[in-house]
């Protein structure tokens, strides 16, 4: 089974911090993607990354960016929080073909203060 | 811009009965993939079924099936036999290989309550 896997559940971080958001998949998916899910707006896409090093603009990447130093990692950094970025976020993951299917992480919410 | 609506914020359903949740979308593509996904409560998202829009064949996946209708861009989903796993979050999404690269859209998303 794929698995991707986030690495916080929980973050609390206070306004001004810089935070890091860390996802791992381990099938060798070509794709990964951040999105974050607010209530009553669904799931949005902040930022995408088709190969090592690319990455490509979602729909809402102000105030966000991204890394992708290996293929199974991509890391969503806040570089300033601030409150109108408390939120989930999900990581997933897909393979490069047209199929699409997406394999999310479990999430991570995030709290600012 | 490609869109996709979820008009029902919630729906609820008595165990063993049946449910449509209800998706539409607007594109100008002709190649395109449609999705539910589910999500439980504190559980990752995971796909229920998919539709491929050249075929006319509605998807099924066992208790879950899609009513697919092209020409009025509406793509529902209908839950069979409920059971209280069923019980989630479901999103309706949308992907053209043609435009956005590989970005998949979603809808707002469709809270089902399962009632024993």
């Known amino acids: 089974d794929v698995k991707v896997t986030q690495s916080s559940r929980y973050l609390v971080k206070r306004t001004g911090e810089k935070v890091f958001l860390e996802c791992v998949q381990d099938?060798?998916?070509?794709?990964m993607f951040w999105y974050r899910q607010d209530p009553g707006l669904g799931l949005r896409l902040i930022y995408f990354?088709?190969?090592?090093?690319?990455?490509e603009k979602g729909d809402i990447p102000e105030g966000y960016s991204v890394s992708r130093e290996k293929k199974e990692r991509f890391s969503l950094i806040l570089e300033s929080a601030s409150t109108n970025q408390t939120s989930m976020y999900l990581c997933?993951?897909?393979?490069?073909?047209?199929?699409?299917?997406?394999?999310f992480g479990e999430g991570s919410r995030l709290t600012v203060l | 811009a490609q869109t996709v609506t979820q008009s029902q914020p919630e729906m609820s359903v008595q165990e063993a009965e049946t449910v449509t949740l209800s998706c539409t979308y607007d594109?100008?593509?002709?190649?395109?993939?449609l999705f539910w996904y589910k999500q439980p409560p504190s559980r990752q998202m995971i796909l229920v079924i998919r539709?491929?829009?050249?075929?006319?064949q509605n998807a099924t996946e066992n208790r879950f099936s899609v009513n697919f209708q092209k020409a009025a861009k509406s793509f529902s989903l209908k839950i069979s036999d409920s059971q209280l796993g069923d019980a989630a979050m479901y999103f309706c999404?949308?992907?053209?290989?043609?435009?956005?690269?590989?970005?998949?859209?979603f809808g707002a998303g469709t809270r089902l309550f399962v009632k024993a």
């Open positions: 990354s088709y190969d090592v090093k690319m990455k």
């Open positions: 999404a949308y992907r053209s290989p043609n435009t956005g690269g590989f970005k998949t859209i």
């Open positions: 594109t100008s593509e002709s190649d395109y993939y």
């Open positions: 099938m060798d998916h070509e794709n």
């Open positions: 539709q491929e829009a050249y075929k006319q």
């Open positions: 997933a993951s897909s393979l490069y073909s047209n199929t699409g299917e997406l394999f």
